[in-house]
């Protein structure tokens, strides 16, 4: 599905626009700001817009490829840009992430993904709104639009963080363990794993972005608004960074107090295994096919016997007890 949107920068007036040729036709126009978003379009929708906007066959290689790495490239007379959104996935405790390739210049944004997001209704409001600033160019849409993906990282990670704080809670509470609490542990740790995967070459991607020699920076406001974007991904990437390591420090908190209980279960058995054994050593002796063994014969043996077993049992329960081994 393709839904075109242009800016009449002389007249601060918006319109939508139905189709290609319409699009085509506004490209001439110097005033005239347009955003093209493509929604799970196929590879000849792709190619047809590439050939009226003139896009680099390699650029448009990567846009019909999907799981690229987030980037920003520069060619003779656009930018590519790959960015993530991301959301709550379909399944509970999971994240989605949506990766969106752009084609830019100073006139016109193209946007390809392959789901509907979210986001993108908030990022046409934010522009429509902005018309003091439609002198800024497209950098105002791409500030719109790049503001509005990140910030939405923030209640996910925000979710992820008091869940990975109630863990370390309920970890510490319990004596042993907890079989769902370990999945749950190393899951979180595979998300954000994840968000840093994604989050960190973002941040190289606006930090691109701030540089003042950027021709997508008609205006030197637009500086400042690229900059705030550039705290936000750095305070969320510090974020991730640091749940990411106390994730790793309650893991092996976690395997070290599974490991203390497997060694209580292996003292336990270890005593167990020496009082048997000295039973079981008494019991070999006297059933050894001798034919003299003088206690054999004794009236009260059998009973004695049973009582020097039932002593040394008592002894050594008592003397595990104390070095805490039962």
């Given at each position: 599905?393709?839904?075109?949107?242009?800016?009449?920068?002389?007249?601060?007036?918006?319109?939508?626009?139905?189709?290609?040729?319409?699009?085509?036709?506004?490209?001439?126009?110097?005033?005239?700001?347009?955003?093209?978003?493509?929604?799970?379009?196929?590879?000849?929708?792709?190619?047809?817009?590439?050939?009226?906007?003139?896009?680099?066959?390699?650029?448009?290689?990567?846009?019909?490829?999907?799981?690229?790495?987030?980037?920003?490239?520069?060619?003779?007379?656009?930018?590519?840009?790959?960015?993530?959104?991301?959301?709550?996935?379909?399944?509970?405790?999971?994240?989605?992430?949506?990766?969106?390739?752009?084609?830019?210049?100073?006139?016109?944004?193209?946007?390809?993904?392959?789901?509907?997001?979210?986001?993108?209704?908030?990022?046409?409001?934010?522009?429509?709104?902005?018309?003091?600033?439609?002198?800024?160019?497209?950098?105002?849409?791409?500030?719109?639009?790049?503001?509005?993906?990140?910030?939405?990282?923030?209640p996910i990670i925000d979710t992820l963080v008091d869940e990975a704080e109630q863990i370390e809670d309920n970890l510490f509470e319990r004596e042993r363990p907890n079989r769902h609490l370990t999945i749950r542990l190393l899951s979180l740790r595979k998300e954000f794993l994840e968000l840093r995967r994604i989050v960190t070459p973002q941040r190289d991607v606006l930090n691109t972005l701030?540089?003042?020699?950027?021709?997508?920076?008609?205006?030197?406001?637009?500086?400042?608004?690229?900059?705030?974007?550039?705290?936000?991904?750095?305070?969320?990437?510090?974020?991730?960074?640091?749940?990411?390591?106390?994730?790793?420090?309650?893991?092996?908190?976690?395997?070290?107090?599974?490991?203390?209980?497997?060694?209580?279960?292996?003292?336990?058995?270890?005593?167990?295994?020496?009082?048997?054994?000295?039973?079981?050593?008494?019991?070999?002796?006297?059933?050894?096919?001798?034919?003299?063994?003088?206690?054999?014969?004794?009236?009260?043996?059998?009973?004695?016997?049973?009582?020097?077993?039932?002593?040394?049992?008592?002894?050594?329960?008592?003397?595990?007890?104390?070095?805490?081994?039962?």
């Amino acid at each position: 599905m393709i839904k075109a949107l242009y800016c009449d920068r002389k007249s601060s007036t918006f319109h939508e626009l139905h189709s290609v040729h319409a699009v085509k036709a506004k490209l001439q126009d110097p005033n005239v700001l347009l955003w093209i978003d493509l929604c799970d379009p196929n590879e000849e929708e792709i190619k047809h817009l590439a050939t009226s906007f003139r896009l680099h066959p390699l650029a448009v290689e990567d846009a019909l490829q999907e799981h690229q790495r987030p980037k920003i490239e520069e060619y003779q007379d656009f930018y590519f840009m790959v960015f993530y959104a991301v959301e709550r996935g379909s399944k509970q405790n999971t994240i989605a992430f949506h990766e969106i390739d752009m084609f830019l210049n100073s006139h016109y944004l193209i946007t390809v993904h392959k789901l509907p997001i979210a986001a993108f209704e908030e990022v046409e409001q934010r522009w429509t709104r902005n018309t003091k600033l439609l002198d800024a160019g497209i950098g105002i849409l791409l500030y719109s639009f790049l503001d509005t993906v990140v910030d939405s990282y923030f209640p996910i990670i925000d979710t992820l963080v008091d869940e990975a704080e109630q863990i370390e809670d309920n970890l510490f509470e319990r004596e042993r363990p907890n079989r769902h609490l370990t999945i749950r542990l190393l899951s979180l740790r595979k998300e954000f794993l994840e968000l840093r995967r994604i989050v960190t070459p973002q941040r190289d991607v606006l930090n691109t972005l701030t540089n003042r020699d950027n021709p997508l920076h008609e205006n030197p406001q637009v500086d400042v608004y690229f900059r705030d974007i550039y705290d936000h991904i750095t305070r969320l990437a510090e974020t991730i960074d640091i749940y990411r390591d106390q994730l790793n420090s309650v893991m092996d908190t976690n395997l070290t107090i599974a490991s203390n209980e497997l060694n209580k279960v292996m003292r336990t058995m270890t005593a167990a295994s020496i009082i048997l054994m000295v039973d079981s050593l008494i019991a070999g002796i006297y059933g050894m096919n001798f034919d003299y063994m003088p206690e054999l014969h004794f009236q009260w043996a059998y009973f004695v016997v049973l009582g020097f077993m039932g002593i040394l049992t008592a002894i050594l329960i008592a003397i595990f007890r104390t070095i805490h081994w039962l």
